[in-house]
T-cell receptor, first 115, second 111 residues
Framework: GAVVSQHPSWVICKSGTSVKIECRSLDFQATTMFWYRQFPKQSLMLMATSNEGSKATYEQGVEKDKFLINHASLTLSTLTVTSAHPEDSSFYIC???????????FGSGTRLTVV | GENVEQHPSTLSVQEGDSAVIKCTYSDSASNYFPWYKQELGKRPQLIIDIRSNVGEKKDQRIAVTLNKTAKHFSLHITETQPEDSAVYFCAASRRSYIPTFGRGTSLIVHP
């Protein structure tokens, strides 16, 4: 079945630094990947849709200059949190549409803590 | 766009009891309804899904029912076990569309 790998699984960084999170589809090509943010005890909030070879589509209220998304190949999308602040601390999860074009497979998530 | 409401937000049951989680959706064109289970700190895992041409689907202790007329669908877990404790999310979408997730239900199964 479709497998999505996400790295790192957790990261601690200092305020003002940038952090890159990678999302890879291991056994299928994903022209579209999705990035979610999840605060404790809350639902998955879609941040942006990552499109291979073109600009990402951001949801309302998500700063595109702060959350840089690059989808340079059919199997890799990256999310870079720039100039991170403590309020950016969250669980970030990527997903990709699987081969059936209905279901979505999620990455393992990245716990970001900004100190 | 699609709007998905999920209830209850928290559900506490005794081991062996049944648990029911309900969702409603707004977009009559939605035709795919997956349910995900998320354990603390882990990724959501698809546990069961149903498409609009089916009214009910069952997989061992888990079942999902769909009422397209009323635009609601439910997850039923029978003979609950402590390992069923997790957050459950419903979602609704159309083919090739991004799914809209419910707010989640925290299920607690007491041994």
């Amino acid at each position: 079945g479709a497998v999505v790998s996400q790295h790192p699984s957790w990261v601690i960084c200092k305020s003002g630094t940038s952090v890159k999170i990678e999302c890879r589809s291991l056994d299928f090509q994903a022209t579209t990947m999705f990035w979610y943010r999840q605060f404790p005890k809350q639902s998955l909030m879609l941040m942006a849709t990552s499109n291979e070879g073109s600009k990402a589509t951001y949801e309302q209220g998500v700063e595109k200059d702060k959350f840089l998304i690059n989808h340079a190949s059919l199997t890799l999308s990256t999310l870079t949190v720039t100039s991170a602040h403590p309020e950016d601390s969250s669980f970030y999860i990527c997903s990709a549409r699987d081969l059936t074009d209905y279901g979505y497979t999620f990455g393992s998530g990245t716990r970001l803590t900004v100190v | 766009g699609e709007n998905v409401e999920q209830h209850p937000s928290t559900l506490s049951v005794q081991e062996g009891d049944s648990a029911v989680i309900k969702c409603t959706y707004s977009d009559s064109a939605s035709n795919y309804f997956p349910w995900y289970k998320q354990e603390l700190g882990k990724r959501p895992q698809l546990i069961i899904d149903i498409r609009s041409n089916v009214g009910e689907k069952k997989d061992q202790r888990i079942a999902v029912t769909l009422n397209k007329t009323a635009k609601h669908f439910s997850l039923h877990i029978t003979e609950t076990q402590p390992e069923d404790s997790a957050v459950y999310f419903c979602a609704a979408s159309r083919r090739s569309y991004i799914p809209t997730f419910g707010r989640g239900t925290s299920l607690i199964v007491h041994p």
